[in-house]
């Protein structure tokens, strides 16, 4: 459905995206993760074909994004992080005005804008204007704005910013739905639980660049056994940390805001005791100790050395 082969995008002497490549597949659920500045949103608007990329070639469907910009764009759909809808406007209205800006005719469109109602699960406030309507329910007409033209091809840019639990709960169902229905879904988000729970296939980019990519279990196994020692402690001395990264099993020490280290570690090999022991010997108290099986954050910290959120 989208092949990106050697993509670069640069303003003036600044390059922002770095020779990216990367495939997903039709009928796929893709997550694109990165921090904030990474060069998702470039990536995105580059895809989507609202910016012309410097070097490299974007297919969508087999076709060159550029060459066949009219086609492309239309077999996608964009969920903007930002909420793109009029606010005077009912929910109906808001999809129909969509719907037609695709090229649906008035009646077509109108029927469209009652099914993806029903979609998104907010049929009975049709018509309701969507300056009365809370945030979530303002992501859920975002989403089916996207879908009144049925498209092949999904991108969503964290569309469950700042939203109540149980409207980033539907979203997240109705996005696995259309996925299993088969459309191709990319998917950016901050929250890992999510990209964990609706994607198979990830890459991961940073500074314009991709750093890894592929299953969660390829990316899994990338992880340096897979598990992680956190610590709370009272002190960060840095003689405690070298010694910490000395001991035998230790693959990796990472320091944490609040007095926290993230101990990765090579193998199954049992560490605790030893770590308690260097912990006393060092006059350092542990406030807090906990085993974790490594997660994607995990293996982003590991590559990079610094959180998604930051």
Known sequence: MLTLSNVKKGFGAHEIIKGISFQVEKGESFGLLGPNGAGKSTLISMICGLLPYGAGEILINGKLVGRHLKETKQIIGVVPQDIALYPTMSALDNLIFW??????SGNTAKTRAKEVLEVVGLTERAKGRIETFSGGMKRRINIGAALMHEPQLLIMDEPTVGIDPQSRNHILETVKTLNEQGMTVIYTSHYMEEVEYLCKRIAIIDDGKLIVSGTQKDLSNRLAGGRVLKLTVDSLRPSFIEQ???????EKVIVQPAEEIDVHLQSEMEIVSDVILLASRSGIAIHNMQLK?????????QLTGRSLRE
């Not at 719907?99 to 649906?104: A, D, E, I, Q, S």
């Not at 910490?244 to 230790?250: A, D, P, S, T």
């Not at 099986?293 to 910290?301: R, Y």
């Open 293 to 301: 099986e490594a997660n994607l954050e995990t293996l982003f910290l």
């Open 244 to 250: 910490l990264k000395q001991l035998n099993g230790v």
């Open 99 to 104: 719907g037609r800006m695709y090229g649906l």
